[in-house]
């Protein structure tokens, strides 16, 4: 989810579509907050690891 948000990022800013930005800012927040969680230990949905 972090890759394709970044991805997304990158495409919206070369393109200029700011629904790309967004969506890809969004995509890249859950992505990071869920890989902070999976790191910690915490159980993220269910699984132990979230990679």
Do not use: C, E, K, P
């Amino acid at each position: 989810m972090l890759l394709l948000g970044i991805v997304l990022l990158v495409i919206g800013f070369v393109t200029g579509i700011s629904v790309l930005w967004t969506i890809g800012l969004i995509l890249a927040v859950i992505g990071a907050v869920l890989w902070i969680l999976g790191s910690m230990g915490h159980a993220v949905g269910g699984r132990r690891h979230y990679w």
